[in-house]
């Protein structure tokens, strides 16, 4: 999936700039979509920021959101969505910096931390 993509297949990317374009030969589109079920008895105190980015032909995206319990769904969750788009074969050097841009965010993004605390109102 998405990591594989990431970890894998642009592992190329490794040079902190390049005199010639990058030559990836496809195009890359991959999203990942998580739900998490929090324990009984928390709430969600903070959740990693929104990570936004688009440049020339080069998109991602990340964001994790929390859902409060309903009748329908009485479980506390917390969705999580990833997408990355790479929409040419192609890339030149500037939009090659673009996408080490892109590789740093989603690096730190994955080590974004959900903190719950207890939640005592029912008590």
Do not use: H
Request: proline residues 5%; glycine residues 8%.
């Amino acid at each position: 999936g998405f990591e594989f993509i990431l970890d894998n297949f642009l592992s190329a990317a490794g040079l902190p700039e390049r005199t010639w374009p990058f030559e990836l030969g496809v195009t890359i589109g991959s999203s990942q979509t998580e739900s998490l079920l929090l324990p009984a008895g928390y709430k969600v105190k903070s959740l990693p920021d929104e990570v936004a980015l688009a440049a020339d032909k080069l998109d991602y995206t990340m964001k994790y959101s929390a859902v409060e319990p309903s009748e329908s769904r009485p479980e506390l969750r917390v969705n999580y969505n990833k997408k990355v788009l790479i929409d040419t074969k192609r890339l030149d050097t500037g939009q090659y910096l673009e996408l080490k841009k892109i590789l740093r965010a989603s690096s730190r993004s994955g080590r974004g931390e959900i903190i719950l605390v207890r939640d005592n109102a029912g008590q």
